[in-house]
């Protein structure tokens, strides 16, 4: 069973899938990390994939469909907070096929903050925790040190990358929406211009309404 949890860049969706996790013991699944794990183990896909994540581009769909099939198997006994998936209609066609989908989580930014956000975030390269850059401190260098990573700035998180996955957003991933809602999966619809809790009470609410918290 799967909630699918989309938005533009920097929306909000990790924190939220991350407080989901710890509370309601689902699944996150972002495909997002899964490749950058791959590209940090220098695997066959991760090299392949890199090429495409470092100019802001989707990865190819065979490569992406692999990945996720890995990871859905892993985890079939749970419900799957999946994160970065679907992000075109040949995906989300794929993934209505392959498993049960019960709604959509949608968080949802203007491109401005979407860049701001995006350029201010950090991330461990070991737990993959997000920060922001104005609120650092040094325990939390080396909380990552500890967990033996490093806190970085990701490749495709400056300006220039930023606006160009935003264009695939808008081009490709939002039509997605429009097809899950006519497959009468509900799409909850939030503003994720507002602090976390309100969101994640927002976000709780709409679960709880279709019974799935
Ligand atoms: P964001 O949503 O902030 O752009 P993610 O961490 O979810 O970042 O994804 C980073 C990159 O990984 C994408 O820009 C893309 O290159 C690749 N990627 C992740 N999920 C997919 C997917 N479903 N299909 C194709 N490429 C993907």
Redesign the pocket.
Known sequence: MIIVITG???SG?GTQAEILQKEYGFKHI????I??EEVKADTLEGRE?DS??KK??????DL?NTI?KKALDKYKDKTILL??????LP?VEHLMKIAEVKCVIYINISDEVAVQR?CNRRICTATNKIYILDKLTPQDYETCKLAGGEIVQ?T?DNPKTIKA?LK??HEQTSPCLSYLEKHKIPVFKINGERPIDAISADVKQELKKIKLI
């Open positions: 533009p860049q920097s969706k972002s495909t997002g990390d490749l950058r994939a495409y994540m802001g581009l989707l990865v190819p769909y992406n996720l994160d970065g998936y679907p992000r075109t995906q995006a990701r495709d996955r695939i957003y």
